[in-house]
Structures are given as structure tokens and as C-alpha cells.
């Protein structure tokens, strides 16, 4: 297995731009998580998925975030426009149930600078 | 969701047995203890998780006493490769479980 893809790896965008962030998550997994991790902030969870409904976005710092899961082998983290202190490693996870029963597969993470 | 509380860092040298211990005084009957390592510029990666006593497997040991307000991550003879962040979680282990990740502990091995 692949694990969990992310796409891009890098982005690097001026302030006012759309950014848009995209994740597969492992096949056969139901659940689907995006973090955020700054060093002043830490990990933080911004929205979980649950079979592509979205569960808990209380995380999501403003309405400048948007997320969706069309399906479940993709999902997307929108943010519209960017502003400079939204750069940080965005990681996406994926876990074969919800629950803290079940471990999460993190991705390799996308490193976003807003400028 | 309880809170969980680690020591920011930790020193240690290679070949010696670490031990990093997590409070978690407000764990709940049906919370499960998880603990993740992040290597820098990776995502997190599951390590090992239990509910009570004592649970091993090829990585890392995890001790949680009686009253499981506590719970001790074991590496035994750690390497330079084992220089980590390590969260310690409590959860819930019915549906909708929240992810909430401290700040962690800073294990820095040292030759």
C-alpha cells in the first residue's frame, strides 16, 4: 500500500490566493483527518471525516477553510483567500474507523508559505 | 476529553532504556492511551496503545497502573534514530473520537 498521498508537497503562494490541498487516503479506510502544525500552535486537528461526512470541524480556524470529501479516496482542505499566518505543515491521516481505538496513518504532510 | 500532561523534553544516550511518563488524572472509563513519535518533516506515527497493565510490542513498552491516571512509554536501548517528538493521547474508544496532541515530549539521543 501506498499509504496516504498528498499533494503537493511544497506550496508557496502570495497572500489573497487560493490554496487548495489534496489527500488520498489509504484504500479500505473510513475515517479521515486534517491537521495543521506550526511550532507556535503545535498539531492541531482542524476536521475529521467519518465514511466522507464530515463529523467535527470545530477545529477549522475561520470560514477562510473549507474542506470536503467527495468521495472516499479524496478529500480537499481550501483555504480562500491565504493569509501569511496560515503557513504551516498540513498533514492529512486516515484510519480504518473512528474511534480512538483505531491508529491513524499520517501522510507526508504539505509545507504551505503564504507571503 | 482528558488532558494529558508530558515533560517537554528528555535527554538520553544511546543504548540506555527511556522512559517517558504521561499524566492523564481526568481519564475516563472507556479512554484507550495512545502514543505517537514524529521524526522531524514526517507525520506522526503510531507506537502503541493500551487500556490498562502493561502491553509490548516490537518497538516500545507501555505501562498503565491500576488507577490508569498515568501511563509510562518504555524504549529500551534507544538509538540516535529514536531522537523523536512523542505525544501521548487519551481517547475515547467508542466512535467520533476527537485527536487532541499535546505538545509532547522532545527525546534527544545523544552518542
Known amino acids: 500500500d501506498a499509504g496516504v498521498i498528498q499533494s503537493p508537497r511544497h506550496e508557496v503562494t502570495e497572500m489573497g490566493q487560493e490554496v487548495t490541498l489534496r489527500c488520498k487516503p489509504i484504500s479500505g479506510h473510513n475515517s479521515l483527518f486534517w491537521y495543521r502544525q506550526t511550532m507556535m500552535r503545535g498539531l492541531e486537528l482542524l476536521i475529521y471525516f467519518n465514511n466522507n461526512v464530515p463529523i467535527d470541524d470545530s477545529g477549522m480556524p475561520e470560514d477562510r477553510f473549507s474542506a470536503k470529501m467527495p468521495n472516499a479516496s479524496f478529500s480537499t482542505l481550501k483555504i480562500q483567500p491565504s493569509e501569511p499566518r496560515d503557513s504551516a505543515v498540513y498533514f492529512c491521516?486516515?484510519?480504518?474507523?473512528?474511534?480512538?481505538?483505531?491508529?491513524?496513518?499520517f501522510g507526508p504532510g504539505t509545507r504551505l508559505t503564504v507571503t | 476529553l482528558a488532558k494529558t500532561t508530558q515533560p517537554i523534553s528528555m535527554d538520553s544516550y544511546e543504548g540506555q532504556e527511556v522512559n517517558i511518563t504521561c499524566s492523564h488524572n481526568n481519564i475516563a472509563t472507556n479512554d484507550y492511551i495512545t502514543w505517537y513519535q514524529q521524526f522531524p518533516s514526517q507525520g506522526p506515527r503510531f507506537i502503541i496503545q493500551?487500556?490498562?497493565t502493561k502491553v509490548t510490542n516490537e518497538v516500545a513498552s507501555l505501562f498503565i497502573p491500576a488507577d490508569r491516571k498515568s501511563s509510562t512509554l518504555s524504549l529500551p536501548r534507544v538509538s540516535l534514530s529514536d531522537t523523536a517528538v512523542y505525544y501521548c493521547l487519551v481517547g475515547d474508544g467508542t466512535g467520533g473520537f476527537k485527536t487532541i496532541f499535546g505538545a509532547g515530549t522532545r527525546l534527544f539521543v545523544k552518542a
Open positions: 491521516a486516515s484510519s480504518p474507523g473512528a474511534g480512538g481505538l483505531y491508529e491513524q496513518y
Open positions: 493500551g487500556y490498562k
